[in-house]
Nanobody
Framework: QVQLVESGGGFVQAGESLRLSCAAS????????MGWYRQTPGKERELVAS???????NYADSVKGRFTISRDNAKNTVYLQMNSLKPEDTGVYYC???????????????WGKGTLVTISS
């Protein structure tokens, strides 16, 4: 089993910054993809950013240039630095991890319980 614990959510004004953290523990694969999704009322959960075990990152178009994903493999932790926040960034942010098998094949995705981010205009 894998456990993921997010932290860093909160309430800020538009234009401000937040940094989310997610610590993974348990049976973590040596090569794993990690990332963040977010969900807002009435919408499906959407990918915000991901980072491979090799450090390759991927971002949603809506956050490119504002958000930066990073990871500390020694701590099994992934971070999401969110700058220039907008009201539309409001939502519950979920961390995930999944094993990388290579050639675009992945294992089961494990999720954290989420952390609420609220941006006031």
């Amino acid at each position: 089993q894998v456990q993921l614990v997010e932290s860093g959510g909160g309430f800020v004004q538009a234009g401000e910054s937040l940094r989310l953290s997610c610590a993974a523990s348990g049976s973590i694969a040596s090569t794993n993809d990690m990332g963040w999704y977010r969900q807002t009322p009435g919408k499906e959960r959407e990918l915000v950013a991901s980072i491979s075990s090799g450090g390759r990152s991927n971002y949603a178009d809506s956050v490119k240039g504002r958000f930066t994903i990073s990871r500390d493999n020694a701590k099994n932790t992934v971070y999401l630095q969110m700058n220039s926040l907008k009201p539309e960034d409001t939502g519950v942010y979920y961390c995930y991890t999944r094993r990388e098998y290579g050639n675009g094949v992945y294992g089961t995705r494990y999720w954290g319980k989420g952390t609420l981010v609220t941006i006031s205009s």
